[in-house]
Every structure is written in structure tokens, then in C-alpha cells.
């Protein structure tokens, strides 16, 4: 049942925070697939500058 709802997720939309795993808020910009909260923890180790 977990795991089918997990396929299910994976089949449709990964609108998913590749990092925590959130949905919120999320950054699909630049192909991240990050939230934006992520996206400024990890903006520099991706190769972003601050971008605030
Ligand atoms: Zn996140």
C-alpha cells in the first residue's frame, strides 16, 4: 500500500524536493526540483550565487 502510492507519485507528477523531500514551494526553474528552502541552503553547492 506505501509502496503503491509511492508508484503512483513516481508515475504523475515528481513535484517533489529532491533534497527534503517537501513539496512546497517548490523550484522548477532550473530543473532543480528543490524548494525554495533547500534551493538558498544549497543554492552556492549547486552553482548559484545568492540569489535571495
Ligand atoms: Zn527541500
Same mark, same amino acid.
Given at each position: 500500500? $506505501?509502496?503503491?502510492?509511492e508508484l +503512483?507519485q513516481r508515475g504523475? #507528477?515528481m513535484?517533489? !524536493?529532491?533534497? %527534503? #523531500? #517537501? @513539496?512546497? $514551494?517548490?523550484?522548477? @526553474? *532550473?530543473? /532543480? *526540483?528543490? %524548494? +525554495?528552502? !533547500? =534551493? +538558498?541552503?544549497? $543554492?552556492? +553547492?549547486? #552553482? =548559484?550565487?545568492? /540569489?535571495?
Open positions: 500500500m $506505501a509502496i503503491r502510492y +503512483r504523475k #507528477g513535484r517533489k !524536493c529532491k533534497i %527534503c #523531500g #517537501g @513539496s512546497r $514551494a517548490l523550484i522548477r @526553474s *532550473y530543473k /532543480l *526540483y528543490v %524548494c +525554495r528552502r !533547500c =534551493f +538558498r541552503e544549497n $543554492a552556492e +553547492r549547486l #552553482g =548559484f550565487e545568492k /540569489l535571495s
